[in-house]
């Protein structure tokens, strides 16, 4: 009697773990920040249900005449929803980095705002706002250091 209430408590307990488990998936995305800075890119998230980390890496063209390569991190929080509901609102803050043409050093921390819906079984599609301040890095030059709303969409699979 011993081993299986044993046995029926490690089950209830494993099972409980399997459910609690945060999830990692990926997902494509296409965003524009500033008035003119657009990028295509790729990101992974780490999920709980308490909060979501976020990396991403970009392809940016600034005013469509450089080339460059971005990368940013972010922490959302839930306000609506969690992973496993149709639809969800989490909110958060984040920190992108760009580098154009081997000479611009882009740095733009931003508040953020993220709406996502579940389109299929595994996917679901998202849209983000942000309110941030884009700025050069110290010697980089000047004229850049602007307020910079920014949006994002892209789809997420899981």
């Known amino acids: 009697m011993n081993k299986l209430l044993m046995c029926g408590g490690l089950l209830a307990l494993a099972s409980g773990v399997a459910q609690a488990a945060p999830s990692t998936y990926f997902g494509v995305r296409v965003s524009v920040d500033t008035p003119l800075d657009f990028g295509v890119g790729v990101q992974a ?3 709980t249900e308490r909060y979501a980390l976020r990396g991403g890496v970009d392809v940016r063209s600034l005013v469509g005449y450089t080339l460059g ?3 940013d991190a972010s922490v ?3 306000l609506v929803g969690t992973p496993n509901t ?3 609102v989490q909110a958060g803050a984040g920190l992108g980095l760009e580098r154009h043409n081997g000479i611009l050093t882009v740095v733009r921390p931003h508040l953020l705002i993220n709406g996502e819906v579940r389109v299929a079984r595994s996917v679901t599609a998202f849209a983000e706002g942000s309110l941030g301040y884009t700025f050069l890095l110290p010697g980089e030059g000047e004229g850049l250091n602007l307020f910079s709303p920014g949006l994002r969409v ?3 699979f899981r």
């Open 86 to 88: 149709a639809s969800r």
């Open 76 to 78: 959302l929080f839930p």
């Open 45 to 47: 998230t780490y999920d």
């Open 69 to 71: 390569f971005g990368a």
């Open 154 to 156: 892209g789809l997420n």
